[in-house]
């Protein structure tokens, strides 16, 4: 079987565990020395195919001899139905290079606030256990958001931690009786964390989470703030919304008969999957690199860079998924 050539990394299932009624841990036999930082995440091969998705590297790095993937089953998801169950022990999958920024290891604090809503506690899972080993004297405050008590990944564990881990958990439905009831608001973060001004706030959960606490954490006086990035790839192509004013650019290229069209306010990878033209596409989030495209000329702006280096920069490759078109554009 090919590999994708960005996922280079052979592993064997060696067990899987069931965290909650929907959540699953993979954890791997890696006969090679895998090396990633508490918190980052790794590309997935799906069954071996050319379809990739994000997973957090949820072990911790020198504390396990297995890796571990964490995964939500998702009804009708690809990955994570193939993930959590068609894999068996004994099967194999292909894992690329560890990716991301999302690091308390990249991060170094005497106080950390990690905010987690779901399987958003899969990094910071990762990084409360590379802490209390290598930081002990760190403050470390959770605040973890679940629906109900039966939905708490890592229960164990994370009880184990206290009272170093400084643990609060809201609930939503059915809290338990050393739960909060309802969800997360500014006022309840404030008085949780009443030092939140001089705290390293790591943020991971689902977009609209992690935009409401950035929000809030920011208006409390919090002043770095830092959130996980990728995000789950969606099983179709995105679609950018058509801009108001029905304005039209063009892309052109080497795969390319003729100048293509596309909507004013599309991003140059809704342009490029619109036309079928090659790329690779992860995170869309601008952090996993993987559709990287060189603009051979055009006019664009781009929000994010992380994974180019400066003389790729200086070469014309941009981020697809964050870089936005404002002219024709010719790739090559």
Request: aromatic share 6%; charged share 15%.
């Given at each position: 079987m090919d590999m994708h050539p960005l996922c280079q990394w052979r592993m064997q299932v060696h067990h899987l565990h069931q965290e909650t009624p929907d959540v699953w841990t993979i954890a791997l036999i890696n006969h090679d020395f895998y090396r990633w930082q508490a918190g980052q995440y790794a590309l997935v091969s799906i069954a071996g195919s050319d379809e990739l998705r994000a997973y957090t590297l949820s072990s911790t790095p020198g504390q396990s001899a297995l890796i571990t993937l964490t995964v939500r089953h998702i009804a009708e998801g690809k990955g994570s139905g193939w993930l959590t169950q068609q894999l068996k022990p004994g099967d194999h999958l292909w894992l690329s290079d560890p990716q991301g920024e999302f690091s308390c290891e990249k991060y170094p604090a005497a106080n950390y606030l990690f905010l987690a809503a779901g399987c958003g506690i899969t990094p910071v899972?990762?990084?409360?256990?590379?802490?209390?080993?290598?930081?002990?004297?760190?403050?470390?405050?959770?605040?973890?958001?679940?629906?109900?008590?039966?939905?708490?990944?890592?229960?164990?564990?994370?009880?184990?931690?206290?009272?170093w881990l400084k643990l609060t958990v809201v609930a939503e439905n059915q809290p338990a009786a050393d739960m909060l009831a309802g969800r997360l608001d500014?006022?309840?973060?404030?008085?949780?964390?009443?030092?939140?001004?001089?705290?390293?706030?790591?943020?991971?959960?689902?977009?609209?989470?992690?935009?409401?606490?950035?929000?809030?954490?920011?208006?409390?006086?919090?002043?770095?703030?830092?959130?996980?990035?990728?995000?789950?790839?969606?099983?179709?192509?995105?679609?950018?919304?058509?801009?108001?004013?029905?304005?039209?650019?063009?892309?052109?290229?080497?795969?390319?008969?003729?100048?293509?069209?596309?909507?004013?306010?599309?991003?140059?990878?809704?342009?490029?999957?619109?036309?079928?033209?090659p790329v690779t596409a992860v995170c869309r989030a601008g952090v996993?690199?993987?559709?990287?495209?060189?603009?051979?000329?055009?006019?664009?702006?781009?929000?994010?860079t992380l994974t180019l280096s400066d003389a790729e920069i200086a070469q014309g490759y941009v981020l697809a998924c964050s870089c936005q078109p404002n002219s024709d554009i010719v790739i090559g």
């Open positions: 899972m990762s990084m409360c256990r590379w802490l209390r080993q290598h930081r002990p004297e760190c403050s470390v405050r959770l605040i973890y958001s679940v629906r109900s008590a039966s939905d708490v990944i890592f229960a164990g564990e994370l009880a184990a931690m206290q009272p500014r006022e309840r973060l404030a008085a949780i964390a009443p030092d939140i001004a001089d705290a390293t706030v790591m943020i991971c959960g689902p977009q609209p989470y992690m935009d409401l606490m950035e929000s809030d954490a920011a208006a409390l006086g919090a002043r770095k703030i830092l959130t996980e990035r990728f995000t789950p790839v969606a099983a179709t192509a995105h679609v950018e919304p058509a801009s108001e004013a029905g304005a039209t650019l063009t892309i052109s290229g080497p795969s390319l008969a003729a100048a293509a069209p596309f909507p004013a306010g599309w991003s140059l990878l809704a342009a490029m999957e619109a036309h079928h033209l996993c690199g993987c559709c990287k495209t060189r603009v051979a000329s055009g006019n664009y702006t781009t929000s994010s």
